[in-house]
């Protein structure tokens, strides 16, 4: 890829995604799964870019969506609503309704008020609701606090009586119709131990549910696959397939898993441009045209994304820092770089999952714009904003 080439087409900084690696990945996932039912849903939430949903759509994909946006935004991508999850802790009674309304496969119930409010808007529009109940299984997924969701501690599901509980008011409900079970507990997970640990936890309940004729037809596995960063070791997707299914005892569903990261992590880069180099005493920064708003993750997480220089030379120590004013703007601390002038470009790589997803407008700066590569060519997918777009919601109110 000819990095240089886009950052002069495109200006910095930039968003690449290649969209034959995110085929790669999404194939070689459904392969695992190749002797059983199966339904891959995208997690909209790791990189929501219309086209790249698309692509997706193009691919057989469904979709887990986390707000009544991202369920637009799947539809307008050209998403069948029989394979569109809602997902999410906090449903607004008119995301509910609308996602309803839509006719999407179900809705991943949180806690026994949703289901009452699932329950109750139902009841409005004379439908029957299909639902799955995410259970908490209480399994350490291993991974940075911030995205562990599989704890009691965590906010998300609900714990096995519970959920118990829920099924079966569910079943006498004329409104509600049971249909998945769910599961989730972290991202960026590389080892599948802990999957599997819940994967037999839960499988044990949907049996349990099955013999008080509950039709349980959709096993979701959530997602949480993990990519390589740094030096992680990437899942073998063969064992993690055979795990699940071995979990599963023979019991016939459709098996659900939501990956995000694991099919555009990789996909994706950030291009940025040198502005100067500076030093205070004897460290080093390197500023960027990119920054925190463009790329939460280093400063939100302390998140290890790989840099590299356009540019040859001895190297030392720097800090990769952007313009905005916090001193927790920057994509990488004490790495090894050449000595760089305004002008010069840095690849940040392992930037295609919640990296634009998470960007914002912080000190005014317009979001990057997003190119695609595929079979060799580049397109644009979504143009630079500009200070117009920033103020458009407001100016009309002064």
């Known amino acids: 890829m000819d990095y240089l080439q886009l950052s002069q087409k495109y200006q910095t900084p930039l968003y690449v995604y290649d969209f034959d690696y995110i085929a790669s990945r999404y194939n070689a996932l459904k392969s695992a799964f190749n002797a059983r039912k199966s339904l891959i849903c995208y997690a909209v939430k790791a990189n929501s870019n219309l086209s790249l949903l698309r692509h997706m759509a193009t691919l057989g994909a469904g979709f887990d969506c986390v707000s009544i946006g991202e369920i637009k935004r799947a539809l307008l991508a050209g998403a069948k609503p029989y394979q569109v999850i809602f997902s999410g802790v906090g449903k607004s009674d008119a995301e509910i309704k609308e996602a309803l309304q839509n006719e999407i496969l179900m809705i991943n119930v949180e806690g026994e008020s949703e289901l009452d409010r699932v329950e109750m808007i139902a009841k409005m529009l004379v439908k029957k609701a299909r639902i799955s109940i995410r259970v908490n299984p209480d399994v350490d997924a291993k991974t940075h606090p911030y995205i562990s969701t599989g704890l009691n501690k965590n906010k998300f599901g609900v714990d096995i009586n519970t959920a118990k509980k829920m099924y079966l008011k569910a079943k006498n409900s004329n409104h509600l119709e049971p249909i998945g079970i769910h599961f989730h507990i972290g991202s960026q997970i590389t080892e599948i131990s802990s999957i599997i640990e819940a994967a037999n936890i839960v499988s044990v309940l949907m049996r349990e549910l099955k013999a008080l004729e509950i039709d349980i037809k959709f096993f979701d596995v959530g997602g949480g696959i993990g ?5 992680e070791n990437e899942v073998n997707l063969y064992e993690y397939a055979q795990g699940i299914l071995a979990a599963l005892g023979g019991q016939d569903v459709t098996i659900v898993c939501e990956p995000g ?42 998140a290890h994304h790989e840099i590299i220089s356009l540019k040859d030379g001895e190297k030392s120590n720097c800090d990769i820092v952007g313009p905005i004013c916090e001193s927790g703007d920057f994509l990488a601390k004490d790495i090894k770089l050449p000595r760089l002038q305004n002008s010069d470009i840095l690849v940040v790589k392992s930037a295609g999952a919640y990296g634009f997803s998470m960007s914002s407008n912080y000190n005014t700066r317009g979001r990057a714009a997003e190119v695609a590569i595929q079979n060799g060519t580049d397109r644009l997918i979504r143009r630079r904003e500009s200070f117009e777009d920033i103020i458009a919601l407001e100016k009309d109110y002064l």
């Open 227 to 231: 990519i390589v960063y740094k030096d």
């Open 261 to 302: 990261r694991y099919i555009v992590g990789n996909c994706g880069t950030l291009i940025t441009s040198v502005l100067y180099e500076k030093f205070n005493k004897d460290k080093r920064f390197v500023v960027v045209d990119a920054a925190m708003n463009d790329l939460l993750r280093p400063s939100l997480y302390e």
